[in-house]
């Protein structure tokens, strides 16, 4: 059986834009919470894409469903294919990444392998995913969900939800909260270079961030 929901709202561009000034990096300095596991990493290098989580769930060796969702995702989206612990099956390979990469599709993250890696490159389409696998998924036809919470490295993502993608990781982000979060990390990318500037100057780190003044404190004569 198929579970399939409506397509979620979009995120607004102007929220994209601003988000995708953002290293989920910094983001990691105020946030703990909403990342998804590090082992999901990108396999282009230098790519940083923001954008509205579109939701999969397929299991095991089933593609149909993503087959199916290349034909219902917009321009902006982020596909999260949430393979419900399958560490063995490639679902997303070099058709997939043409015919997303044609929708306007800014990345998928899948948690789990991909393939066709050489195409991923050709193509320049973001993804993140658990490493490479030669062995595929097959059009079985079986069961799968559209638009529903899944988990993604850990990580529940709702349809709908902002989501940051960068060599650093990827970070989900309820849409209420993402405007705050990336002027927050936004006002701290912009203290860094301050920071760095006073370095190049001469001051040293530990004195600017209080870092010598704690470890004298608390040192052993």
């Known amino acids: 059986m198929f579970d399939i929901n409506p397509m979620p709202p979009q995120i607004p561009a102007e929220l994209v834009a601003l988000l995708e000034q953002v290293e989920t990096a910094t983001v990691g300095h105020v946030l703990h919470s909403g990342f998804v596991d590090r082992r999901i990493s990108a396999v282009l290098p230098g790519k ?18 993503l087959h199916w969702l290349t034909a ?25 990444t043409n015919v997303m990469k044609q929708a306007g599709v800014k990345a998928g993250v899948i948690d789990g392998p991909a393939t066709d890696f050489s195409e991923i490159v050709r193509v320049d389409m973001p993804i993140w995913c658990r490493g490479p696998s030669p062995i595929t998924t097959k059009l079985i036809g079986s069961e799968g969900a559209v638009n529903v919470p899944i988990s993604v490295g850990g990580q529940v993502v709702h ?3 902002a989501v940051l993608c960068d060599e650093s990781g990827v970070i989900v982000l309820d849409p209420t909260r993402a405007r705050a979060v990336a002027e927050k990390a936004l006002q701290m990318q912009a203290a860094e270079l301050v ?3 006073r370095l190049r100057n001469g001051e040293r780190l530990p004195d600017i961030s209080g870092a010598r003044a704690m470890v004298d404190a608390k040192r052993r004569a």
């Open 159 to 161: 349809p709908g939800d």
């Open 72 to 96: 219902e995702v917009r321009p902006g989206d982020i596909v999260l294919v949430d393979r419900c612990g399958d560490d063995r099956h490639a679902c997303w390979g070099g058709v997939i």
């Open 48 to 65: 940083r894409v923001a954008g509205t989580a579109v939701t999969i769930r397929i299991p095991h060796a089933d593609s149909a469903l």
């Open 195 to 197: 920071l760095l500037e």
